[in-house]
Protein backbone atom coordinates (compact mmCIF):
# COMPACT_ATOMS: atom_id res chain seq x y z
CA UNK A 1 0.00 0.00 0.00
CA UNK A 2 1.30 3.27 -0.38
CA UNK A 3 0.15 4.78 2.29
CA UNK A 4 -1.68 7.98 2.48
CA UNK A 5 -1.48 10.60 -0.39
CA UNK A 6 -1.25 13.78 -0.20
CA UNK A 7 -0.86 16.64 -3.17
CA UNK A 8 0.83 19.18 -3.61
CA UNK A 9 4.02 18.33 -1.32
CA UNK A 10 4.36 22.49 -1.88
CA UNK A 11 1.93 24.84 -2.30
CA UNK A 12 3.06 29.16 -2.51
CA UNK A 13 -0.16 31.01 -3.94
CA UNK A 14 -0.55 34.68 -3.66
CA UNK A 15 -2.95 36.37 -0.31
CA UNK A 16 -6.59 35.87 -2.15
CA UNK A 17 -5.99 32.77 -4.35
CA UNK A 18 -7.84 30.09 -4.05
CA UNK A 19 -6.07 26.72 -2.43
CA UNK A 20 -7.32 22.86 -3.23
CA UNK A 21 -4.93 20.20 -1.24
CA UNK A 22 -6.20 16.78 -1.82
CA UNK A 23 -5.80 13.56 0.09
CA UNK A 24 -5.78 9.80 -0.76
CA UNK A 25 -6.46 7.84 2.38
CA UNK A 26 -5.62 4.23 2.72
CA UNK A 27 -7.75 1.65 1.25
CA UNK A 28 -10.35 0.21 3.22
CA UNK A 29 -9.85 3.29 5.98
CA UNK A 30 -12.79 4.66 7.24
CA UNK A 31 -11.92 7.69 8.55
CA UNK A 32 -10.08 10.44 7.58
CA UNK A 33 -8.95 13.52 9.31
CA UNK A 34 -7.21 16.62 8.16
CA UNK A 35 -4.47 18.23 10.26
CA UNK A 36 -2.82 21.78 10.27
CA UNK A 37 0.27 22.09 11.80
CA UNK A 38 2.21 25.38 13.10
CA UNK A 39 4.89 26.16 14.95
CA UNK A 40 2.56 28.72 17.21
CA UNK A 41 -0.31 26.05 17.47
CA UNK A 42 1.19 22.75 17.32
CA UNK A 43 -1.57 20.02 15.48
CA UNK A 44 -5.04 21.47 15.24
CA UNK A 45 -7.88 19.24 14.13
CA UNK A 46 -9.70 21.23 11.10
CA UNK A 47 -12.42 17.88 9.95
CA UNK A 48 -12.96 14.54 10.24
CA UNK A 49 -15.23 12.25 8.13
CA UNK A 50 -16.11 8.77 9.09
CA UNK A 51 -17.46 7.09 6.06
CA UNK A 52 -17.25 9.92 3.92
CA UNK A 53 -19.59 11.79 6.29
CA UNK A 54 -18.10 15.02 8.01
CA UNK A 55 -17.76 14.04 11.97
CA UNK A 56 -16.73 16.99 13.82
CA UNK A 57 -15.80 20.24 12.14
CA UNK A 58 -15.54 22.35 14.45
CA UNK A 59 -12.06 22.56 14.18
CA UNK A 60 -12.32 24.67 10.65
CA UNK A 61 -11.45 28.29 11.77
CA UNK A 62 -13.68 30.09 9.19
CA UNK A 63 -16.22 29.81 6.62
CA UNK A 64 -13.07 30.15 4.23
CA UNK A 65 -12.02 26.91 5.10
CA UNK A 66 -14.19 23.71 3.67
CA UNK A 67 -13.95 20.04 2.85
CA UNK A 68 -15.13 17.36 1.12
CA UNK A 69 -14.99 13.63 0.66
CA UNK A 70 -17.09 12.80 -2.58
CA UNK A 71 -15.83 8.81 -2.02
CA UNK A 72 -13.80 6.71 0.08
CA UNK A 73 -11.12 6.93 -1.80
CA UNK A 74 -10.78 11.13 -1.97
CA UNK A 75 -10.69 14.03 -0.28
CA UNK A 76 -10.51 17.97 -0.77
CA UNK A 77 -9.48 20.79 1.68
CA UNK A 78 -10.00 24.52 0.06
CA UNK A 79 -9.23 27.63 1.14
CA UNK A 80 -11.18 30.51 -0.41
CA UNK A 81 -9.24 33.13 -0.03
CA UNK A 82 -6.19 32.46 1.34
CA UNK A 83 -4.14 34.26 3.82
CA UNK A 84 -0.98 34.85 4.90
CA UNK A 85 -1.64 33.23 8.62
CA UNK A 86 -3.27 30.34 6.63
CA UNK A 87 0.45 29.49 6.24
CA UNK A 88 1.47 25.92 7.62
CA UNK A 89 1.57 22.31 6.75
CA UNK A 90 -1.11 20.11 6.28
CA UNK A 91 -1.64 16.65 6.68
CA UNK A 92 -4.16 14.22 6.15
CA UNK A 93 -4.65 10.96 8.08
CA UNK A 94 -6.65 8.10 7.81
CA UNK A 95 -7.51 4.95 9.83
CA UNK A 96 -10.06 2.07 10.86
CA UNK A 97 -11.31 2.27 14.09
CA UNK A 98 -8.98 2.04 17.03
CA UNK A 99 -6.03 0.98 15.05
CA UNK A 100 -4.27 4.73 15.09
CA UNK A 101 -3.48 7.02 12.36
CA UNK A 102 -1.27 6.21 8.96
CA UNK A 103 -0.36 10.10 8.35
CA UNK A 104 0.38 11.71 4.88
CA UNK A 105 3.74 13.80 4.47
CA UNK A 106 1.90 16.81 4.30
CA UNK A 107 1.26 19.92 1.91
CA UNK A 108 3.35 22.79 3.32
CA UNK A 109 1.21 26.11 1.78
CA UNK A 110 2.69 29.55 1.83
CA UNK A 111 0.28 32.09 1.76
CA UNK A 112 2.36 35.34 0.40
CA UNK B 1 -11.74 19.08 29.99
CA UNK B 2 -9.96 16.12 28.29
CA UNK B 3 -6.58 16.65 28.01
CA UNK B 4 -3.17 15.42 26.78
CA UNK B 5 0.03 16.98 28.65
CA UNK B 6 3.88 16.60 27.54
CA UNK B 7 5.06 18.52 30.18
CA UNK B 8 8.64 18.51 28.24
CA UNK B 9 9.00 20.74 25.49
CA UNK B 10 12.43 19.63 25.04
CA UNK B 11 14.53 16.00 26.16
CA UNK B 12 18.37 15.90 25.50
CA UNK B 13 19.91 12.84 25.90
CA UNK B 14 23.32 11.29 25.40
CA UNK B 15 23.31 8.29 22.65
CA UNK B 16 23.94 5.24 24.64
CA UNK B 17 21.81 6.38 27.66
CA UNK B 18 18.31 5.66 28.52
CA UNK B 19 15.66 8.33 27.38
CA UNK B 20 11.80 9.05 28.70
CA UNK B 21 9.50 11.37 26.93
CA UNK B 22 6.90 11.99 29.39
CA UNK B 23 2.89 11.82 28.98
CA UNK B 24 0.13 12.52 31.11
CA UNK B 25 -3.44 12.70 30.60
CA UNK B 26 -6.82 13.23 31.89
CA UNK B 27 -9.78 11.75 30.12
CA UNK B 28 -13.25 10.14 31.31
CA UNK B 29 -13.90 6.25 31.05
CA UNK B 30 -10.85 3.57 29.59
CA UNK B 31 -8.44 5.95 27.30
CA UNK B 32 -6.76 4.53 24.20
CA UNK B 33 -3.11 5.62 23.86
CA UNK B 34 -0.82 6.00 21.20
CA UNK B 35 2.56 7.33 21.09
CA UNK B 36 3.88 8.86 17.08
CA UNK B 37 7.29 10.00 16.17
CA UNK B 38 7.79 13.03 13.61
CA UNK B 39 11.05 13.37 11.62
CA UNK B 40 11.92 16.53 9.92
CA UNK B 41 9.61 17.52 6.85
CA UNK B 42 8.12 14.46 7.63
CA UNK B 43 4.34 13.34 8.64
CA UNK B 44 3.51 11.50 12.05
CA UNK B 45 4.60 7.79 12.12
CA UNK B 46 2.66 5.62 14.28
CA UNK B 47 5.11 4.58 16.88
CA UNK B 48 2.79 2.25 19.67
CA UNK B 49 -0.65 2.13 21.46
CA UNK B 50 -2.31 0.91 24.13
CA UNK B 51 -5.73 -0.34 23.88
CA UNK B 52 -6.07 -3.06 26.68
CA UNK B 53 -4.20 -5.55 28.25
CA UNK B 54 -0.60 -5.69 29.83
CA UNK B 55 0.74 -2.14 30.67
CA UNK B 56 3.59 -2.06 29.20
CA UNK B 57 3.76 -1.94 25.37
CA UNK B 58 6.88 -2.08 22.95
CA UNK B 59 6.83 -0.57 19.56
CA UNK B 60 8.57 0.36 16.67
CA UNK B 61 12.56 1.34 16.96
CA UNK B 62 12.79 -0.34 20.14
CA UNK B 63 10.44 2.07 22.03
CA UNK B 64 8.48 0.93 25.06
CA UNK B 65 5.62 2.73 26.94
CA UNK B 66 3.95 2.39 29.90
CA UNK B 67 0.50 2.50 30.91
CA UNK B 68 -0.18 3.96 34.42
CA UNK B 69 -3.60 4.28 35.37
CA UNK B 70 -3.07 5.79 39.02
CA UNK B 71 -1.08 8.21 37.71
CA UNK B 72 -2.58 8.77 34.46
CA UNK B 73 0.61 8.20 32.60
CA UNK B 74 1.75 6.83 29.36
CA UNK B 75 5.83 7.74 29.27
CA UNK B 76 7.77 6.56 26.40
CA UNK B 77 11.14 5.06 27.14
CA UNK B 78 14.10 3.10 25.50
CA UNK B 79 16.82 1.70 26.87
CA UNK B 80 19.85 3.03 25.04
CA UNK B 81 18.80 5.99 23.04
CA UNK B 82 20.07 6.84 19.31
CA UNK B 83 21.07 9.93 17.74
CA UNK B 84 18.35 8.77 14.63
CA UNK B 85 15.67 8.71 17.35
CA UNK B 86 16.11 12.47 17.32
CA UNK B 87 12.83 14.02 16.71
CA UNK B 88 9.48 15.53 17.31
CA UNK B 89 7.23 12.93 20.16
CA UNK B 90 3.71 13.34 19.75
CA UNK B 91 1.13 11.36 22.60
CA UNK B 92 -2.29 11.18 21.92
CA UNK B 93 -5.15 9.74 23.90
CA UNK B 94 -8.46 8.57 21.77
CA UNK B 95 -12.09 9.44 22.60
CA UNK B 96 -14.96 7.53 21.21
CA UNK B 97 -16.88 9.56 18.33
CA UNK B 98 -19.49 7.89 16.73
CA UNK B 99 -17.93 4.78 15.67
CA UNK B 100 -14.47 5.88 15.60
CA UNK B 101 -11.65 7.47 17.44
CA UNK B 102 -10.32 11.03 17.71
CA UNK B 103 -7.60 11.58 19.30
CA UNK B 104 -5.93 14.59 21.49
CA UNK B 105 -2.93 15.68 20.91
CA UNK B 106 -0.12 16.64 23.13
CA UNK B 107 1.92 19.46 21.87
CA UNK B 108 4.80 17.56 21.02
CA UNK B 109 8.38 17.08 22.76
CA UNK B 110 11.58 17.88 20.95
CA UNK B 111 13.96 14.89 21.85
CA UNK B 112 17.84 15.66 21.12
CA UNK B 113 20.14 12.81 21.30
CA UNK B 114 23.41 13.82 21.30
CA UNK B 115 26.73 12.10 19.82
Known amino acids: DAGVIQSPRHEVTEMGQEVTLRCKPISGHNSLFWYRQTMMRGLELLIY????????DSGMPEDRFSAKMPNASFSTLKIQPSEPRDSAVYFC??????????FGSGTRLTVV | AQSVAQPEDQVNVAEGNPLTVKCTYS??????LFWYVQYPNRGLQFLLK????DNLVKGSYGFEAEFNKSQTSFHLKKPSALVSDSALYFCAVALRAGNNRKLIWGLGTSLAVNP
Open chain 2, 50 to 53: YITG
Open chain 2, 27 to 32: VSGNPY
Open chain 1, 93 to 102: ASSLASNGYT
Open chain 1, 49 to 56: FNNNVPID
